[in-house]
Structures are given as C-alpha cells and as structure tokens.
C-alpha cells in the first residue's frame, strides 16, 4: 500500500509561532510586506542524490522521488543483479530461481526471505508489503495470477521488467549495460552501476580478444528443452549475442523472439558442428544428450555424430550480470 511520509514541523517554525500569538499584529504587517516564499520542508529534508528520477521501462513510465525500500526480486537474474549491486537490505523478498546463486552472493541472498519457491500468489506477494516489484520474464507479471504491472499500481506497487522481455529490437550487450544501470539509479547507486558495467566492459573485451578472429563462426544450435519439437533461442534474445560474440552462428538466429520452437527437420536441415545445452530444471544435462544422441532421426547431424555439445547454465544466458562472464565460457567450448 502506498503511504506518503510524515511532515515534521521544524523546532524553528515552533519557535516563530510562538512568537507570532505575541505579536500578531506585526507578523500579519511583516507577511503583507514579504515578497519571500516560504522554504520547502516537504518531510524535513532536501531530496536524495539523483532523484526525482524518471525512466520509461517497458513503456511504464515511473518518476522515483527517493529509493524503493520494500522490493521483492522475481527471477533469478534479476535478484542477482540487485544482488551485485548490493542492494539486498532493499529486498524483503525473492522468488524463482533456476539455478544455485553464484558463490560470491550467496550470503547476501540468505539474508532475504523467500516469497515463493516459484512465483508467489498475488496475495502472497501482497503479504510482505513491497513498494517494487522486479520480474525477469513476462511471466512474473501474469495477468490469470492478477499480478500485472497495472494490477500492482493499482495496489501503490511500482514495477520493472527486464529489458529483454519488452525490447522490439535485438538484445545486446548494450541492454545488459542499460538493465544495470537503470536498476542501480532507480535505487539510488548509480556509482555503482557504472563501475560494474566498466568492469563488464573489460571482461567482454578480454573474452573477444581471446578467441580467433579469423575462424569463421561455427554453426551452433542451443537444445533449451522439448521432445517433439526443439525449444530452442531464437535471433531477438541476448543467447544469440552470447554466441555471436563467442565465435558462433545461432542457426535459428531467423526466429523473430528470445525462445521459440523448431521442428527436428529444421535441426536437421540446417547442420549444426555443435549443439549447447542449457542446463537447468528437472532434467539434467546429460539426460538432454542422450536425448540427441539417440533419436535416429538426428545421427546425421554433425554434432550429434562427432558428439560435440557445450554448456551453459540458463540463468547465464539472460540479461543479468553473468552474461560478462558468460561469453568467456563459452568461447572455449565453441573453439573448433
């Protein structure tokens, strides 16, 4: 529930009030004369660095007049990009993660409670009374949930969506940076933002000067999930970055969106050297190969027959903070 502050009344207007019961035929005299506006004491102080701040995420306009204090992170990328920005004493809660936290925020996220194992109920996200609302897929603001952005305003709740679910364009590298730094103003970090965006910069530069630049980039297909069809990344999604600037060529970059399904014809067709599985969920890796490895349908598949298959945790391959890190993992299983 929204809630506007407190206005405290300074000690020197107190003063000046007592005063003024004396004397007031010379205070009204002295108010006639004065040409000077009052001073703004809106809740006894100047407002925070940096703020009022606006941004437009995802064609929600929101202006911030001080930090969020009560935030609840819904996904795993999102929760550890307010986590790398040390912002876990803003969060009253988080759900949904695919993976394990990365070591290095593993004893700041045992310090925030757990809504939901998955996604909380409204009224359950309702119950720990944020003021900010972070979803990393579309999904995190379902409306049969009644948990949409305009359900949660209505409710005094501000929102964010990570960029990569709202983006017509292709997500980039660039979008990784903006998330950052966006999430980092709207809580009043920007410093720390832009110093962990320079760092990311280096990292991307390191991982690309690494690789052969003369290679040509190897045909890649990701195996997300899927039996009858292949559920697999698509063009508009920042996996096909992380493989273009890895040294490979997504073969499905022509489909329209970040995820997307591809008949096993279309696998076949379009000749992949290497197949990288996204390791998450209920089904391991190795289960997801064997998969491959045996659908007779595939032998042919020059991956699948010289067996070359890479890795990659999902929770990499999303706008978030490890996708830095995420190239330099994968240039090397990329390598011919």
């Known amino acids: 529930m929204s809630r506007q502050p407190r206005k405290h009344q300074p000690a020197r207007r107190r003063r000046a009030l007592v005063a003024a019961t004396a004397l007031l035929p010379l205070a009204l005299t002295a108010t006639a004369c004065s040409t000077t506006p009052e001073p703004d004491t809106k809740a006894g102080r100047a407002p925070a660095a940096g703020f009022p701040y606006t941004v437009d995420n995802c064609g929600v306009k929101t202006t911030y007049d001080a930090p969020p204090k009560r935030a609840v992170a819904m996904n795993q990328h999102v929760t550890e990009i307010m986590l790398a920005l040390g912002l876990e004493k803003s969060l009253v809660g988080t759900a949904y993660l695919d993976d394990a936290v990365l070591p290095e925020y593993r004893k700041a996220y045992e310090s925030i409670p757990v809504v939901a194992k998955e996604y909380p109920s409204k009224e359950k996200l309702l119950s720990v009374n944020p003021d900010f609302v972070y979803g990393g897929y579309g999904s995190a603001f379902d409306a ?24 017509k364009q292709r997500t980039t590298m660039d979008d990784v940076y903006r998330e950052v730094d966006e999430v980092a103003r709207t809580f009043g970090v920007g410093d720390r933002g832009q110093k962990w965006i320079a760092d990311a910069r280096a990292a991307v530069a390191k991982a690309e000067g690494e690789r052969t630049k003369d290679a040509a980039p190897v045909p890649v297909f990701v195996y997300d999930s899927g039996d009858k069809t292949a559920f697999t990344v698509g063009g508009k999604g920042i996996g096909n970055e992380l493989i273009s600037r890895a040294g490979g060529k997504n073969v499905f970059a022509d489909i329209d969106k970040s995820f997307g399904d591809a008949s096993w014809e279309q696998v076949v067709a379009r000749k992949p050297e290497i197949i990288v599985i996204y ?58």
């Open 144 to 167: 049969k949930d009644g948990r949409t952005r305009d359900d949660l305003k209505k409710a005094g709740i501000d929102t964010r969506l990570n960029l990569e679910y709202c983006t």
């Open 279 to 336: 390791d998450y969920g209920a089904t391991s890796v190795e289960q997801k190969k064997q998969r491959l490895l045996k659908d007779p349908a595939l032998k042919d598949v020059p991956a699948v027959k010289n067996k070359k298959f890479a890795v990659l945790p999902l929770s990499d391959a999303v706008v978030g903070v490890r996708a830095p890190d995420a190239i330099a993992k994968l240039a090397p299983q990329l390598a011919r």
